[in-house]
């Protein structure tokens, strides 16, 4: 069973930064995908950034250059600094990783990020 676990959030004033982690365990095909998302009150859940299994991250079209995806593959964690924050930004940010040999998602339990004055 993989089991996610997400780091990070919090309330940050505008103009400030936070930096989110996942880390995945017990994935016995090994992890392929890891991504970001997110959910604002009231939308859908959008792609944040994603890093395939060749380092290579694709952002979200939401996403402008105050974001940056990172992954660290031996601890199988992702990581997602985030600069500059507007209160737009405000939503639950939710961990997303995929298996080898598989198209099953696994998602983590959120963290919330809340950009306020």
């Known amino acids: 069973q993989v089991r996610l676990v997400e780091s990070g959030g919090g309330l940050v004033e505008p103009g400030g930064s936070l930096r989110l982690s996942c880390t995945a365990s017990?994935?016995?095909?090994?992890?392929?995908?890891m991504s970001w998302y997110r959910q604002s009150p009231g939308k859908e859940r959008a792609l944040v950034a994603h890093i395939n299994s060749a380092d290579i991250v694709n952002y979200g079209e939401s996403v402008d250059g105050r974001f940056s995806a990172t992954r660290d593959f031996p601890t199988n964690t992702i990581y997602l600094q985030m600069d500059y924050l507007k209160p737009e930004d405000t939503a639950v940010y939710y961990c997303?990783?995929?298996?080898?040999?598989?198209?099953?998602?696994?998602w983590g339990q959120g963290t919330r990020v809340t950009v306020s004055s």
């Open positions: 017990g994935a016995p095909f090994g992890i392929n995908t």
């Open positions: 997303n990783v995929q298996q080898y040999f598989s198209d099953y998602e696994y």
